[in-house]
Structure formats: C-alpha cells, structure tokens
C-alpha cells in the first residue's frame, strides 16, 4: 500500500511539474516566436505600404508599444483581438475601441503572467510616463494619467471617454488592462494615459 502511495504522488509531483514546465516556461516560448513573426509582418507591411489601413482582422498586428518605463528593449506587438488565442500572441487591441491617434479610447489588454507576461510589470507605471505607440502611419506618444484596481465587471473603463458611458470622447485616450494580482484573476489593473505627441512615419522614433 505504501509503494501504492509514493508512486501515486510520484506521478502527481511529475504531472504539476509538467503543467508549471509548460505554463512558466513553453508557453512564453510559444508566445515570443509568434511576436517575431507578427514584427516582420508589420515591418514588411510598413515599408510596402505605409499609411493607415483597413479594419484589421482578428489575429493581425496592428501596431507595436514601446514602454520606457518597463525596459529599454521593451515592445511587443498589439494584435486585433481580445479572446484567449489571440491574447496568447501578445497584447490584443478591443475591436470596438478606437485605433492610436483617434479620438477616443485605443484600449489593450494583455497577460501579466505566462505566454510571455507582457503586462507582468505594468503596475510599476506611474504617472508622467511615456507610452510610444509605433502604428502603420506614425509614431503616437501617451502619457500615463492614472492606474486603479477594479472588479472585472467594470467594462466602464473601455467606455470611448473612459469610466464615463455615454460621453462623448474630446481627447484621444489609451487604456492598458491586465489581471490582479499578477498570477490571479479576481481584479483587474487598469492604466489610463492620453495621447501628447504624433510623429510622421519617417520622422523617426520619439525621445523617451
């Protein structure tokens, strides 16, 4: 019965070390050959064909954040999208919010933890920090304004002017969402920053 029992947890230790392998480990791996090969897609298009596009497809690279504050080598490329696949590459835009530079709410959500953790360290903004956002048609550069903690049912803050349903949007926003705490789900991290700078493509990359 004992050997029964040891082998028993034996194989539960070798299946949760499996499971943490894959989530701590494969599943980051999975994520960064996916942005290379989002980031040259984006790349090639930008050079064949600068300039603003039509609606993105879900899946699709539709931009590139750049966040000082969080490294320097920091990007990560913002696909169209929101559902678990599509977050699984990076960083997805909610296809009814608005596109960088538009008035209104460009809203991102991302993973703080596994499948590459791009928002592991998005609690570390403060306000006055820079967001570069490098679209097909320029560079747009957002100031970080506030961060909270909220419910996960708190879809206010995807609002085009937000936490305010039903106002009409007067500046171009952009609002960052994550989980809370960095491994759980029970609240969510929001960031809000408003658009300050607006470089042409080919003016070159903003300060930081």
Known sequence: ???????????????????????????????????????????????????RSTEPSTGEGVNVLHIP????????VVVEGV??????????????????????????AGHRATHGEPFAHLDTLVEGDK??????????TYQVTWSQIIAPTS???????PGQPGKKPKVQSMT????HPRWGSTE??????QLVEHRAL???????
């Open 1 to 51: 019965m004992a050997r029964v029992v040891a082998e028993l947890l034996l194989t539960v230790g070798l299946l949760f070390a499996a499971l943490a392998f894959y989530l701590l480990v494969w599943t980051n791996v999975q994520t960064q050959a996916a942005q290379r090969d989002l980031l040259q897609e984006f790349r090639s298009q930008q050079e064949k064909s600068p300039g």
């Open 155 to 161: 879809t206010e803050v995807l609002a085009p002017s």
């Open 83 to 108: 559902d678990l696949d599509t977050l699984n590459d990076g960083p997805g835009h909610f296809p009814d919010t608005a596109l960088p530079g538009e008035k209104g709410n460009f809203a991102v």
């Open 131 to 140: 967001i570069h956002v490098e679209a097909p048609d320029g560079w747009y």
């Open 176 to 179: 960052l969402i994550t989980c």
């Open 188 to 193: 969510r991290l929001v960031v809000g920053a």
């Open 69 to 76: 504050r969080l490294g320097k080598d920091w990007e990560w």
């Open 202 to 208: 080919g003016a070159g990359a903003p300060r930081t």
